[in-house]
Nanobody, 127 residues
Framework: QVQLVESGGGLVQAGGSLNLSCAASGGTFSKFGMGWFRQAPGKEREFVAAMRGSGGHTLYADSAKGRFTISSDATKNTVYLQMNSLKPEDTAVYYC????????????????????WGQGIQVTVSS
């Protein structure tokens, strides 16, 4: 059983930055795919960014390209999402997720491929 704990969310002004962290316990981190998703009020959950837990093989949503960076520290079983130039439309609950079968399919934005999810963390960007 994999458990995920997100941290680093909060309130920031437009144009500011936040760095989200997601610590994983259980399983083999280096074999995982790690993803970040978000869900704004009244909207469906959407893909933000993903990568292989051990590094590389990154994938970004168009809305994240050029502003967000996903990275990982395999020694800490932790994945990060550095978010810069934040906009009010980035306001959402952000979720970290694990794809246990990365070796079979590579990095994916498909939510159905992710097996474990964190509890979510609020990010609010004020205008």
């Amino acid at each position: 059983q994999v458990q995920l704990v997100e941290s680093g969310g909060g309130l920031v002004q437009a144009g500011g930055s936040l760095n989200l962290s997601c610590a994983a316990s259980g399983g083999t981190f280096s074999k995982f795919g790690m993803g970040w998703f978000r869900q704004a009020p009244g909207k469906e959950r959407e893909f933000v960014a993903a990568m292989r837990g051990s590094g590389g093989h990154t994938l970004y949503a168009d809305s994240a390209k050029g502003r967000f960076t996903i990275s990982s520290d395999a020694t800490k079983n932790t994945v990060y999402l550095q978010m810069n130039s934040l906009k009010p439309e980035d306001t959402a609950v952000y979720y970290c997720a694990v794809d246990e079968h990365w070796l079979l399919g590579g990095t994916t934005m498909s939510m159905t491929r992710y097996d474990y999810w964190g509890q979510g963390i609020q990010v609010t960007v004020s205008s």
